[in-house]
């Protein structure tokens, strides 16, 4: 049975490999055939344009390529730092561009998906200035400028934003619960998903008939771990994602059923309860420790 997996705000960017390589990892190991995987928003940390050459990119689109070609649907949703990503990358990747906001069934409930930077409406200055750079005007001459221009107006651009986070206020970057109330019954829903506030959490909210309305914050993604939220059989819940190295069989191994046996244990264990596989190895890395010290004490006697 296939499963939709939602995720956002990645950011992923050559300065964190990490990230980058939890992604592939999840796209690689995760996902199966027909699963769908739903982006709401800030894939990349910057995105200046389709045409961008880098490396990192090319890796970056070449592991969700491969992904596609699997038969895994790729659905992907513009960010406030990738707003950029145009039909040239979608047909690249083999995915489809999902609308902001757009309104579909999660777990039996209707359910809206959108990236979220829309709620944040006490933020003037942030909904101000993406105003003028969503316009088609903006657009329009930003990407007939030269690659090399783009990536340093980027570069300085992500200066600027950062130190605004810092001198605005915290509440103001997050959703506004009055515009969330607004917006759920506007498109008739009891559900919504989204990202953007890197502020984790499952809400509640009283919307009109007095029904409870469910709001679901996607993590932001660093380092070495990240969460999802999945539906599977009909049931929707949070997952986590761990950078644990696989290991690699050796040719012995992988010319029996024993040794493709354990392989598939592992994942099957990681993929049921990455956490859970994650405690195993460490406490088996241990004892493995204690033993290697026990036996060098013993030569000692």
Not at 62 to 81: E, P
Not at 173 to 191: K, L, P, T
Request: with cysteine; proline share 3%; aromatic share 8%.
């Amino acid at each position: 049975m296939s499963d939709k997996v939602f995720i956002s705000d990645l950011h992923l960017s050559a300065e964190h490999p990490e990230t980058a390589s939890l992604f592939k990892r999840l796209l690689s190991e995760r996902l199966k055939e027909n699963d769908q995987l739903y982006i709401l928003g800030d894939l990349f940390d910057v995105w200046v344009g389709d045409d961008d050459d880098s490396p990192f990119v090319a890796e970056i689109k070449q592991a969700l390529r491969a992904c596609s070609d699997r038969g895994i649907q790729l659905f992907i949703q513009h960010g406030n730092r990738d707003f950029l990503l145009g039909k040239q990358f979608m047909r690249a990747v083999g995915a489809l561009p999902l609308k902001d906001p757009y309104l579909t069934r999660i777990a039996g409930e209707p359910t809206l998906l959108m990236h979220g930077d829309t709620l944040c409406i006490d933020d003037h200055a942030y909904i101000k200035t993406r105003k003028r750079l969503r316009s088609v005007l903006f657009k329009w001459f930003f990407l007939r400028k030269p690659l090399e221009t783009r990536r340093k107006i980027a570069a300085d651009y992500r200066k600027r934003s950062g130190k605004n986070k810092r001198m605005t206020a915290a509440d103001i970057m997050d959703a506004n619960s009055d515009e969330v109330v607004r917006v759920m019954n506007r498109y008739q829903v009891s559900q919504l998903i989204h990202g953007h506030t890197h502020r984790p959490n499952v809400h509640q909210h009283t919307l009109k008939n007095g029904t409870s309305g469910k709001r679901i914050v996607l993590d932001e993604w660093h380092g070495k771990t990240a969460s999802l939220w999945i539906e599977q059989n009909g049931e929707l819940k949070q997952e986590r994602v761990l950078l644990t190295s696989s290991p690699h069989p050796s040719s012995k191994e992988g010319s029996n059923h024993k040794g493709g046996l354990k392989k598939s244990l592992k994942q099957r264990l990681w993929i049921s309860n990455p956490i859970v596989f994650w405690q195993l190895k460490q406490t088996i890395r241990k004892v493995m420790l204690l033993r290697k010290v026990e036996q060098h004490l013993l030569t000692l006697a």
